[in-house]
């Protein structure tokens, strides 16, 4: 158990409504990633986090804000939430003590965008 | 990050081992091998890595070809719970991403 909660689990939401996620993780691991996975695909990255205040983009960023203003927290933000967007989306924490290699992650948010 | 190849599905008897292949035929010196393993309604889940050498855990062994182009996920005994999508992955460490790039995995069907 690598620390990860992920809010709310499960959320049904209209069109043009705003969406924010949360992943909270307890072991101040510095980069974090926000992936969503849909049918026919693998986890795709749409932003991480390599600190405090530090983001970037990733492969499908397009229509996703995030922030990371304390360690533990990374908020990813649906400015205004469109059905291409219902997905579930994976928070994930990488440890980066010596030799560490693996990626930990939540257990998801189930998003439907009607 | 280099292209991994694995079958779609594959179905193994309860207590069996299972020998899960991947091939990258274009791997370099530094990319890592991962695995990684997503069970029903869950996040993916961290199994097993490595880079030149055979690696064991309390999971499963990793056994990686001598010219590094393919590598074997083995599951000694599989049980019930092992039944899930299984996900080969090539990652280089260095850059300031560090995202893992999914392909769609193997399939894994346990029968009792």
């Known amino acids: 158990d690598a620390g990860i909660t992920q809010s709310p689990r499960h959320k049904v939401t209209e069109t043009g409504t705003p969406v924010t996620l949360r992943c909270h993780q307890t072991?101040?691991?510095?980069?974090m990633y926000w992936y969503r996975q849909d049918p026919g695909h693998g986890l795709r990255l749409i932003h991480y986090?390599?600190?405090?205040?530090?983001?970037d983009k990733g492969e499908v960023s397009d229509g996703y804000s995030v922030s990371r203003s304390k360690t533990e927290d990374f908020l990813l933000t649906l400015e205004s939430a469109t059905s291409s967007q219902t997905s579930v989306y994976f928070c994930?924490?990488?440890?980066?003590?010596?030799?560490?290699?693996?990626?930990?992650f939540g257990p998801g948010t189930r998003l439907t965008v009607t | 990050d280099a292209k991994t190849t694995q079958p779609n599905s594959m179905e193994s008897n309860e207590e069996e081992p299972v020998h899960l292949p991947c091939n990258h035929s274009?791997?370099?010196?530094?990319?890592?091998i991962h695995w990684y393993r997503q069970l029903p309604s869950q996040g993916p889940e961290y199994v097993i890595h490595?880079?030149?050498s055979n690696v064991n855990n309390r999971m499963a062994s990793l056994a990686i070809a001598e010219d590094r182009k393919s590598s074997t996920l083995i599951l000694h005994r599989a049980t019930l719970r092992d039944a899930a999508v299984y996900y080969c992955?090539?990652?280089?460490?260095?850059?300031?991403?560090?995202?893992?790039?999914f392909g769609k995995g193997t399939k894994l069907s346990v029968k009792p």
């Open positions: 072991e101040n691991h510095r980069y």
């Open positions: 986090s390599y600190g405090v205040k530090d983001t």
């Open positions: 994930a924490i990488r440890p980066t003590g010596q030799g560490a290699r693996e990626q930990y």
């Open positions: 490595g880079l030149t």
């Open positions: 992955i090539l990652k280089v460490y260095g850059g300031s991403q560090g995202n893992l790039i």
């Open positions: 274009t791997i370099s010196g530094t990319d890592y």
